[in-house]
């Protein structure tokens, strides 16, 4: 009876052990420590604004610095801001194991410049602070991501207003 209970409670002990080592087949790859693809990116932003996105991810960390620039010649404007974001969440769907979902939040600035007029003499300049709400969708094994941020900003000069900003866009990165 003892022989039979010692060889019970060992049985599943060795099933466990056996379970965990994988077949001679089977390749298994240490997952990325980062959130997304890492080092330079360049992509497309498309909303408010509409232009060039430009990103950079250091290796393994949870932050990005993004910038963007963009323009309306019709309307002879020119916009450019640079933001730091730091990962403060990741998502990630059962049903889709390839995918993670980064959300960033961060601060930058903005600067926004226009003609005031028709006759092209004058010209307006604004600058304000970003708080850029992002998600952004990371395939883990391609080196590109695809994002929608939403950024409230608050103007600072030439007066004090509240904007809203937002966009959709993609970058591939490099490295």
């Known amino acids: ?10 049985a599943p002990t060795a099933q466990a052990q056996d ?3 994988p077949p001679s087949n089977v390749v298994i790859e240490d997952e990325p420590t980062g959130t997304g ?8 932003i498309l909303g408010s604004p509409t232009g060039l996105s430009l990103g950079y991810r250091p290796g393994g960390q949870d932050h990005i610095i993004n910038a963007g620039f963009a323009w ?8 450019a801001h640079a933001d730091y974001l730091h990962t403060f969440y990741v998502l990630t769907d059962p049903n889709a194991p390839s995918l993670t979902f980064p959300v960033n939040v ?26 850029p709400l992002q998600m ?40």
């Open 1 to 10: 009876m003892l022989t039979m209970l010692t060889a019970l409670s060992l």
């Open 19 to 21: 379970a965990e080592v």
């Open 136 to 175: 952004t969708m990371v395939p883990k094994h391609h080196p590109f991501d695809v994002f929608l941020e939403l950024v409230p900003v608050l103007l600072l000069y030439p007066e004090t207003k509240f904007r809203l900003d937002g966009a959709l866009g993609a970058r591939y990165f490099f490295g």
């Open 37 to 44: 693809p890492s080092e330079m990116g360049i992509g497309i």
């Open 106 to 131: 961060g601060v930058g600035v903005r600067f926004h410049s226009r003609e005031s007029n028709g006759n092209g003499d004058e010209t307006r300049a604004t600058v304000g602070v970003r708080i």
């Open 72 to 79: 309306n010649f019709p309307q002879q404007r020119v916009h």
